[in-house]
């Protein structure tokens, strides 16, 4: 069999890859939505549904990663022609979703408190309380939307999913509309109606990618009748075994990050406020790379389940270098337009010139950020999960955090230290992953359990 060159293998992973970073910004554009709306409602019930949001993806992101533990699975099962164990990997990580959903319900509804014992104050945490409240109902087929984006996306169908998050957007929009400012007849419910909307919002999605792929018969070829197979234990085991290290990943990262805006607003008001900017810039810009880090899970299980470990090997390359490319650009505007670029957010001028001054630490972050990334999509495609957490935990809990803290109290550099420090903990995290991608990956298929 010819293999393909490196530039069909670059046009693969970009057409999985590029409506994969789509969808990404679309659902990041949810909440860009909710808190440009809720702003009307004045500085309290904002600062109330950011503190909200913060609890909600900081403890979300774990059951998000434990669902993407069916991406090996999918991939690889696809590659190799396995369509049964594909549909039962979409049924038992529904399953998994419902399974941790208890859990996290649980720790929703104890946003309050846990607000309040992380120092903040009783009526904003109050408040964040009642908006998150009026959302658990949707985390479950926020989970299950997840799985059934994972299942198609395994098979290489990625266009459905940013469809509906298009769509989703403008549901959103309506939805605060009408439940925030009381419109078409409704009570105005502030808040408690963006938190409303949010989740009526993860409902429509999950209904959509779900009446889509019916009625589009892309569930044909991989579905089977659901069954008490489903529920096999070893099935379910296998998911959760592939799923915990990615969630454990993907929340070290949420938290780092999480810190380090605490920690700037130890620093000052506008010291926080220019963080928030640089970070909302790099978000952005990291929807690529997390685009390209999907299609690559995808474009190497499935080589890998095909039985085709070299090209799987080479396309792993090229993704690597692709993370790593795509961020050159918005590396480049945030050296060039450092001091334009924090105009789009505020006039302030002490605003801006911190911000300015960290836009160019952020741009050689960038770089380690969108090889991170990728490199966490090549270990998911390989089933290789566990690596990434252990070097997420090393890079940002034992490097970046504390050099963050030490540079910006002890040596004094300010906001400056702690974008210091997270670029180091970056590029530590990104090459312990382009090692082992490179030395110690596996490219050849594991033998899936009995069962």
Not at 204 to 226: I, S
Request: overall charge positive; charged content about 10%; hydrophobic content about 55%.
């Amino acid at each position: 069999m010819t293999e393909p060159s490196s530039r069909s293998e670059l046009r693969a992973l970009l057409r999985l890859g590029l409506p994969a970073a789509g969808t990404q910004l679309g659902t990041m554009m949810l909440g860009v939505v909710d808190t440009m709306m809720v702003g009307h409602l004045g500085t309290t019930a904002l600062d109330a549904a950011a503190l909200g949001s913060l609890w909600v993806w900081g403890t979300m992101i774990f059951g998000i990663g434990l669902v993407l533990g069916m991406d090996p699975i999918v991939t690889q099962a696809h590659g190799a022609g396995q369509h049964r164990r594909v549909a039962l990997a979409l049924q038992r990580g529904l399953v998994v979703a419902a399974l941790a959903t208890p859990l996290l319900s649980a720790s929703w509804w104890l946003t309050g408190d846990g607000l309040e014992l992380l120092g903040q104050q009783p009526g904003l945490a109050t408040a964040a309380d009642a908006y998150v409240g009026s959302q658990v109902f949707s985390l479950w087929p926020m989970l299950a939307f997840f799985a059934l984006r994972q299942y198609l996306q395994g098979r290489g169908i990625v266009k459905p999913a940013l469809g509906v998050v298009l769509l989703a957007n403008l549901f959103n929009v309506a939805a605060n509309w009408v439940l925030i400012f009381g419109n078409l007849g409704l009570p105005a419910m502030g808040l408690e109606g963006a938190g409303l909307a949010t989740g009526l919002t993860r409902c429509f999605m999950l209904l959509c990618l779900a009446g889509w792929t019916w009625a589009a018969g892309l569930h044909r070829g991989a579905w089977e009748r659901p069954s008490v197979a489903a529920l096999e234990l070893r099935g379910l085991a296998e998911i959760v075994r592939h799923g915990i290290p990615v969630g454990i990943q993907y929340g070290l990262e949420t938290w780092a990050f999480q810190i380090t805006t605490l920690l700037a607003g130890a620093l000052g008001e506008a010291q926080l406020a220019a963080h928030v900017i640089a970070l909302n810039l790099a978000s952005l810009t990291f929807m690529l790379p997390m685009g390209i880090s999907q299609g690559a899970a995808t474009r190497v299980g499935n080589l890998v389940g095909a039985g085709r470990p070299v090209l799987a090997k080479r396309s792993a390359t090229i993704a690597l270098g692709l993370g790593a490319g795509s961020m050159v650009g918005g590396a480049v505007l945030f050296v060039v337009l450092r001091d334009q670029l924090p105009r789009l957010y505020t006039a302030d001028a002490e605003v801006i010139g911190l911000a300015a001054s960290i836009l160019p630490i952020a741009a050689a972050f960038q770089i380690f950020d969108g090889t991170q990334a990728v490199g966490g999509g090549v270990l998911r495609g390989v089933g290789a999960t566990r690596p990434a957490a252990v070097f997420n935990l090393v890079g940002y809990y034992v490097l970046a955090l504390p050099l963050a803290l030490l540079a910006a109290r002890a040596g004094g550099l300010g906001l400056q230290g702690l974008w210091l420090g997270l670029s180091v903990g970056l590029a530590a995290v990104a090459s312990a992953l382009v090692w082992w991608i490179r030395r110690r990956a596996s490219y050849e298929a594991a033998p899936p359990p009995a069962g």
